[in-house]
């Protein structure tokens, strides 16, 4: 069966980077849009970033030229690059991957498959 496994996550001061990994298996994975969201505590879960099956990349605007997507269709990973990170980045990050269409979609209910989550804590 298909399985999204983050890793990465854990506790940075304000300013500060961190790398997420999403390992996938059981899925052809350069068939599938790869993306990433996010949900704090009380709110809706949020589109991040996603990178298309064509390496075509989408950013939410809060996070644009902080956080960088990319993706290894040989290793079947997808990252997410954090950098200056602040305390409303705060959640749990997940991995999800939607098969492929005609645009890349940027809402949860759109993806097929989920990862459990990895925790980003950011202190001020």
């Known amino acids: 069966q298909v399985q999204l496994v983050e890793s990465g996550g854990g506790l940075v001061q304000a300013g500060g980077s961190l790398r997420l990994s999403c390992a996938a298996s059981?899925?052809?994975?350069?068939?599938?849009?790869m993306g990433w969201f996010r949900q704090a505590p009380g709110k809706e879960r949020e589109f991040v970033a996603a990178?298309?099956?064509?390496?075509?990349?989408y950013y939410a605007d809060s996070v644009k030229g902080r956080f960088t997507i990319s993706r290894d269709n040989a290793k079947n990973t997808v990252s997410l690059q954090m950098t200056t990170l602040k305390p409303e980045d705060t959640a749990v990050y997940y991995c999800?991957?939607?098969?492929?269409?005609?645009?890349?979609?940027?809402?949860?209910?759109?993806?097929?498959?989920w990862g459990q989550g990895t925790q980003v804590t950011v202190s001020s």
């Open positions: 999800a991957a939607n098969y492929r269409s005609g645009r890349v979609a940027t809402q949860p209910f759109e993806y097929n498959y």
């Open positions: 990178k298309s099956w064509s390496g075509n990349t």
């Open positions: 059981g899925l052809t994975f350069s068939w599938y849009d």
